[in-house]
């Protein structure tokens, strides 16, 4: 380890400082008491010795030793839980009295076998969906990742599935992943992950396919939790912050899935080609059938994944994969010849008939809130389908704040199609706008489909209600059917409840229940802190005069 040589004056020449260990890399596992010998040899005077903790490439802590006997020095220390899998090494740096410095590193592998599986809730313990905070899922939503490896450029597609796939009696959403190296598929995988009642995600198991030149050459990775041993983990906590620097199991089918990971830090800023993300979460993973090699990935609040930096096992950033672009490839869907529209809306849950007028009463931020909805006898042509015209007027504390005519028709197969609106939002009786407002084959938008006509058919599957780019972006999905709900006037069975989010508004989304013979009896719109915001029944159904 000797460097090199430099001369102090004409008379004197000095060596650099070396350093050297009894020890370079151990095999621990908790309570051991590791005892390693530090020998230096510094010809110009010894100045301080430094000791440098790390897990992986972060610094955990620093000391400095002043008082060696006879340039040796005794390292002694106690592995502890939180050392398990987790990159353990020190830095021993030396520096003379010339400022000249010497390095070197003891790696300690801490092994994994005290690291429990966690125990997976009952199947009742589960909600439908994914909207943890920091790994939210919407179905129809597409996450894109470039980066660069040694085999080429890299592009990631994870793709949000309306797919459902259930494992141990548990309803799992299907999270596509397709890796491509300069254009061509090298991976194709479902990941397949569940959120229980804490928020909580949970990864049940996967199926992957590697690929070459388009044919399967492998599919070893796979695993489904309770299937030869196989056991599910968490991927992302519904609390991040309580777990910071506790390891903890992703999954678990032994020597096929084992990755590890733990959260390094909350809070934090994150900038990529995107834009900076602030209150990030920053993730290690790794795992021990792959011993030295780990991961940073980087989580933003309600998007989820945006950056992804691979280290090898000397601590060198092998690869760095950052988020481009996001967004949904929900399809529109494909509105049917006018011949094939039959007049007025009959629609078990969302029926129309002419004259009916139904209010509504909800608190908002800014006062009471009532909504009357009538069904016109007025009709409009789009696109040379003839259109129900059903008004909507939204009044604050006796005043109303906005007036819209909504445009509906039903198909033969009893879908009711959403053709466009004209609403018109006031302040002290003056129009101040009439942002949201669009028509079907005007400028672009499409028609979407608002209720199905068998809902029971489109559980869990997203469909567009509306498509303006920019303006009227609303999504549905089918929750539950069969159920009962209770309103002041009412109980009512046989109920449908959906789900509605637009992506011009992230983390905000409505639950909505419809009676059959009735249509809507109540709203509950939730903030992007799933805080429940407004709730609006139905309080009245009568004829217009």
Not at 222 to 233: I, P
Not at 234 to 241: A, C, E, K, L, W
Request: net charge negative; charged share 30%; glycine share 10%.
């Amino acid at each position: 380890m000797l460097v090199g040589s430099c001369k102090e004056d004409d008379d004197i020449i000095f060596s650099n400082p070396t350093i050297s260990l009894s020890e370079t890399t151990i095999d621990a596992e908790v309570d051991d008491v590791v005892d390693v010998n530090v020998t230096i040899v510094a010809s110009a005077g010894f100045s301080t010795l430094v000791i440098k903790k790390f897990y992986g490439v972060t610094e955990q802590s620093s000391q400095t030793v002043t008082n060696l006997t006879n340039n040796a020095y005794a390292f002694q220390y106690t592995i502890v839980e939180e050392d398990v899998n987790v990159g353990l090494k020190f830095d021993f740096i030396v520096m003379d009295n010339r400022g000249k410095t010497a390095l070197a590193t003891l790696t300690i592998n801490v092994g994994d076998s005290e690291l429990p599986i966690p125990t997976l809730p009952d199947a009742a313990d589960f909600v439908s969906g994914i909207d943890n905070e920091y790994l939210p899922y919407i179905p129809g939503n597409v996450y894109t990742y470039e980066g660069e490896t040694d085999e080429g450029d890299e592009t990631i597609v994870i793709t949000v599935t309306s797919e459902i796939k259930t494992i141990l009696g548990i309803e799992c959403m299907v999270i596509n992943d397709v890796v491509r190296v300069e254009g061509d598929v090298v991976e194709d995988t479902d990941d397949w992950f569940a959120q229980d009642k804490n928020g909580n995600v949970w990864y049940m198991g996967e199926f992957s396919e590697e690929l070459e030149d388009g044919v399967v050459v492998s599919t070893e990775g796979s695993w489904e939790a309770g299937v030869d041993g196989a056991m599910a983990g968490i991927i992302m906590y519904g609390d991040p912050s309580a777990y910071i620097n506790m390891p903890y199991r992703q999954e678990y089918y032994e020597g096929e899935a084992e990755d590890i990971a733990e959260i390094v830090e909350v809070g934090i800023s994150v900038t990529i080609g995107l834009g900076t993300y602030s209150d990030c979460l920053k993730t290690r993973e790794w795992n021990p059938l792959e011993p030295g090699e780990y991961e940073f990935k980087y989580y933003a609040p309600d998007i989820g994944l945006i950056k992804e930096e691979k280290y090898n096992d000397e601590d060198e950033l092998e690869e760095e994969v950052g988020l481009i672009s996001m967004g949904d490839d929900l399809p529109i869907p494909e509105l049917p010849d006018a011949s094939e529209f039959v007049s007025g809306i009959d629609n078990e849950y969302l029926p129309f008939m002419e004259g009916k007028i139904l209010t509504y009463e909800g608190e908002t931020d800014e006062g009471d809130e009532t909504i009357v909805v009538t069904v016109t006898s007025e009709t409009k042509t789009i696109l040379g389908i003839e259109c129900m015209v059903i008004n909507d007027i939204e009044s604050v504390d006796g005043e109303v704040v906005e007036d819209t005519d909504d445009w509906f028709a039903q198909d033969e197969d009893g879908n009711v199609w959403y053709m466009g609106e004209d609403s018109e939002e006031l302040e002290d009786g003056v129009v101040v706008s009439t942002e949201g407002s669009w028509e079907a084959g005007v400028d672009g938008a499409k028609a979407g489909i608002v209720m199905y006509g068998d809902p029971s058919d489109y559980i869990n599957m997203p469909y567009r209600q509306e498509y303006y780019e920019g303006e009227a972006e609303d999504i549905g999905e089918v929750v539950e059917v069969g159920i009962s709900v209770t309103i002041g006037i009412g109980t009512y069975t046989d109920c449908v409840k959906t789900k509605e989010w637009n992506p011009l508004e992230p983390g905000e989304y409505e639950f909505k229940y419809f009676a059959p013979g009735i249509g809507l009896i109540k709203e509950e719109k939730f903030n992007d802190d799933d805080e429940l915001e407004e709730e609006v029944e139905l309080i009245s159904i009568e004829d217009e005069v």
